[in-house]
């Protein structure tokens, strides 16, 4: 029986889940919090106070600590820039805060290393060294595992595979630079160019139905998915020529598309890098959904804080 536990709260734009990990990497329960009606920095931490007392109520054992994904910059459990959907979170000590609040430790890295360090744990690439993961999604999160550890950069401050130039003065990003992957390759890019070429394209149209059109033939949605997969592997081959990874994870919900979606990336990527870059890499779609983010928090309180 599992005698360790920790908390993992993974915030995202519009809820935070939180839930109770146990070191094996099976979650014990978890619950969504909604963040739709929140105004304020404040609001939120009293929602994360609250969920991780609810957690503790719950379980009425000790835990190793906290971890939490958040999105934007974080340096050493502080947010310089949080997310663009959430209020605030500009050079705030979370960390501290959450720990004078609560007492307990607390541990805060980038929403998207924390899926790939649960990838790299308990998913796709537990068998893994080295990896490299992306989360395709409204913009493409990424991260980079090096010999079992997540690799960030100086400071934390790099890892941003979405924003690797592919197109030189390219389309604007919301990074404030141009030509990143995120721009041609993000599921924002799929549907806006999917309305580029069906001018009858109905407003409200998801990556999910491109994919659905894809797959019956339309001919708007193979010449959008081309262009999709194009963009995408061009990116993946960067990777792969810079770290050669033993796995590049694809997650994201777009992910989920069929065995067809990995395969398309796979053959592109095989013709365009470099042949013994490419030689021990295999490209796979994310085994852990929708749960990654939580158990990626969980992850790396247990590996700050289990003695």
């Given amino acids: 029986m599992s005698k360790s536990y920790a908390i993992g709260i993974d915030i995202g734009g519009t809820s935070l889940k939180c839930g109770v990990v146990n070191e094996l990497g ?11 009606n929140v105004k304020t920095e404040t609001e939120i931490i009293d929602l994360m106070v609250n969920a991780i007392k609810e ?11 906290i971890g939490i994904g958040f999105p934007g910059l974080i340096e050493e459990d502080v947010i310089i820039g949080g997310g663009v959907n959430l209020p605030g979170f500009e050079k705030l000590p979370l960390g501290k805060i959450l720990k004078d609040l609560t007492g307990y430790n607390v541990v805060i890295d980038n929403d998207a290393n924390l899926m790939g360090l649960a990838e790299l744990i308990y998913g796709a690439a537990k068998d ?10 409204t913009g493409i999160g990424g991260a980079i595992m090096i010999n079992k550890q997540l690799y960030s950069g100086y400071k934390n401050r790099g890892g941003e595979l979405g924003h690797t130039v592919i197109q030189q003065n390219g389309l604007l990003c919301n990074c404030g630079g141009r030509g990143c992957l995120e ?67 694809i997650g994201g919900g777009i992910s989920e598309a069929g065995q067809f979606y990995i395969d398309e ?4 990527v095989k013709t365009f890098a470099i042949p013994v870059a490419f030689a021990h890499s295999t490209i ?16 790396i309180a247990f590996q700050k804080f289990e003695v």
Avoid: W
Avoid at 27 to 35: D, E, G, M, T
Avoid at 55 to 64: F, G, R
Avoid at 265 to 268: E, S
């Fill in 26 to 36: 099976e979650i014990l329960f978890s619950f969504l919090v909604s963040l739709k």
């Fill in 55 to 65: 957690c503790t109520d719950q379980l009425k054992k000790p835990i190793v600590g």
């Fill in 128 to 137: 893994s060294t080295d990896a490299v993961f992306l989360t395709i999604g």
């Fill in 183 to 249: 721009t041609y390759a993000s599921v924002t890019a799929l549907i806006n160019y999917y309305k580029t070429q069906n001018p009858t394209s109905e407003e409200n149209i998801d990556g999910k139905t491109i994919i659905e059109k894809y797959l019956s033939g339309e001919d708007y949605a193979i010449k959008t998915m081309q262009h999709h997969f194009d963009y995408l592997a061009a990116g993946i081959v960067n990777f792969v020529n810079i770290f050669s990874p033993e796995k590049v994870i």
């Fill in 265 to 268: 990336l796979t053959k592109r």
């Fill in 284 to 299: 796979v779609a994310a085994d852990l959904g929708n749960k990654a983010g939580l158990l990626g928090a969980c992850a």
